[in-house]
């Protein structure tokens, strides 16, 4: 479940970037949310970076980012900032200014969300319809719990991927593909 931390007053993007453990919140109608992610969340983001910097970086698509990125780019709710557990951003549409110290101000093209076991059903879906509707092509939200990923396009469309699937990068990310079991800790491994 999301936290909203109390302020005194409404926080803006700007006022958000100089907090010094921003890391931990994102920014809605000018009110911090925790964002609390388990182990095994951060276990499973941690395996979808390694393998989609590897693959982008073999193919030079483009920039994989971990969750310290801040994007900006909701054209319903211009200062709301999110942090997507994992995210990309396909080659020549970041300038060099964008790399500069701010928010994002771009849709990515894919964006990865781990559910964690505080995450409401209703705050991952309304994250869902803000990045569609900021223009993400392909959202992947993935499940410790059911070892499945489910895939959200800008369309509307929608997959349900389990373990033993192959998950695909679809245009985003041309041929891709890992089989979803991957992402996740190993059924019988000695944690």
Known sequence: MATVIDVPSLMTPEEFLKLPDRRFYELVDGQLVETNMSLEACCVAGQFI?????YVNQHGLGHVFTSE?????????PDKVRRPDVSFIARGRLSREQFAEGHCLISPDLVV??????DLFYDVEAKVQEYRSA???????ASPRSRSVTVHRLDGSEDHFGEESQLSGEDVLPGFQMRVAEFFPQKDAAL
């Open 69 to 77: 990125a801040t994007y900006r780019c909701y054209p319903d709710a």
């Open 50 to 54: 390694h393998y989609l910097i590897a």
């Open 135 to 141: 223009g993400v092509r392909l959202i992947w939200v």
């Open 113 to 118: 969300e781990v559910i964690s076991p505080n």
